[in-house]
Every structure is written in C-alpha cells, then in structure tokens.
C-alpha cells in the first residue's frame, strides 16, 4: 500500500510563498510520474505542476513562472514551491503518484488572503 503524506499548507499574504512536501512510503522512482493537484468546493481536481522520473516537468499555465515541482531521492519527497502567491491559488492541494494506479495523498490546505 502506497501512502503519500502532504504537508506546508497553510495562511499566507498575497505575494507571499510557501512549500509543500509529499513525503512517499517507498522509493519515488518506482512511480512513472508524480505531481501536484488542487481542488476549490464546486470544482474538479486540476493538474498544478507533475514531474516524471526521468526529471520532465510541466505546470498549470496559471502557476508557470511561479511554481516549481522538485524532488529529493533520497527523502522520496516532491515539492511544490509555491511563490507569489496569489488568492485565486486558495485551494487543497493533493499529492498524487502514478504506477498502473493513481495514489493521492489526504490533501493539504492552502489560503491566499490579507
């Protein structure tokens, strides 16, 4: 069973940054890819930045320029860098890692808001 631990969400400033981790229980690159997804009440689940193993990377064109995915191997943890951040990035981001299945992690909260 693969479980997948998201943490870093939380309360920041428009303009402001914060980092989020996903902590995976085995070996990131036993999956083909992993990323980055957040959802608003109402709304489907959007791709927000996914990283394959051989290091491919791809955002949301709303997040390019200001977002960055990365990973350390050695953790098997992804990141998310999340900077000028703005309040239409309000959401709960999930993690998700992709090997014949999708594995998505709980979820963590994000709030852009003066």
């Known amino acids: 069973q693969v479980q997948l631990v998201e943490s870093g969400g939380g309360l920041v400033q428009p303009g402001g940054s914060l980092r989020l981790s996903c902590a995976a229980s085995r070996n990131i690159f036993s999956f083909d890819a992993m990323g980055w997804y957040r959802q608003t009440p109402g709304k489907q689940r959007e791709l927000v930045a996914a990283i394959t193993t051989g290091g491919s990377t791809n955002y949301a064109d709303s997040v390019k320029g200001r977002f960055t995915i990365s990973r350390d191997n050695a953790k098997n943890t992804v990141y998310l860098q999340m900077n000028s951040l703005k309040p239409e990035d309000t959401a709960v981001y999930y993690c998700?890692?992709?090997?014949?299945?999708?594995?998505w992690g709980q979820g963590t909260q994000v709030i852009v808001s003066s």
């Open positions: 998700k890692a992709h090997r014949l299945n999708d594995y």
